[in-house]
């Protein structure tokens, strides 16, 4: 996978009783969690039960940003500036800028 980083989909960790859409890891770097969003009703449930784990960041994949704004204001009004959750849209998350 591209930087080093190995990757499963539908990925299972201690803690949570679903999967990740997408669990990726790499030595040192520690654990990452991937939630694509399509349904609202669901993603206070599944950052919370994230959190809970010992991922080390959280990245929650929206559409578009009209859907990523609606999902920041649900998630912020719910956990307030959580420092392991980013929300991304899919051309974000695509691009093959490194941060």
Same mark, same amino acid.
């Given at each position: 996978? =591209?930087?080093?980083? =190995?990757?499963? *989909? =539908?990925? %299972? &960790?201690?803690?949570?009783?679903?999967?990740?859409?997408? *669990?990726?890891?790499?030595?040192?770097?520690?654990?990452?969690?991937? =939630? %694509?969003?399509? +349904?609202?009703? +669901?993603? *206070?449930?599944?950052?919370?039960?994230?959190?809970?784990?010992?991922?080390t960041k959280i &990245?929650?994949?929206?559409? +578009?940003?009209?859907?990523?704004?609606?999902?920041?204001? &649900?998630?912020?009004?719910?956990?307030?500036?959580?420092?392991?959750?980013?929300?991304?849209?899919?051309?974000?998350?695509?691009?093959?800028?490194?941060?």
């Amino acid at each position: 996978m =591209e930087q080093g980083f =190995e990757a499963r *989909l =539908e990925g %299972v &960790i201690t803690g949570k009783s679903g999967p990740f859409d997408v *669990l990726a890891w790499k030595k040192g770097e520690g654990m990452f969690g991937f =939630e %694509v969003t399509l +349904n609202f009703q +669901n993603l *206070l449930h599944n950052l919370e039960e994230d959190l809970r784990t010992r991922i080390t960041k959280i &990245i929650v994949v929206c559409r +578009n940003k009209d859907e990523l704004e609606k999902a920041r204001a &649900i998630a912020k009004n719910r956990l307030g500036e959580e420092k392991r959750v980013e929300l991304k849209t899919i051309f974000e998350f695509t691009s093959k800028k490194i941060e």
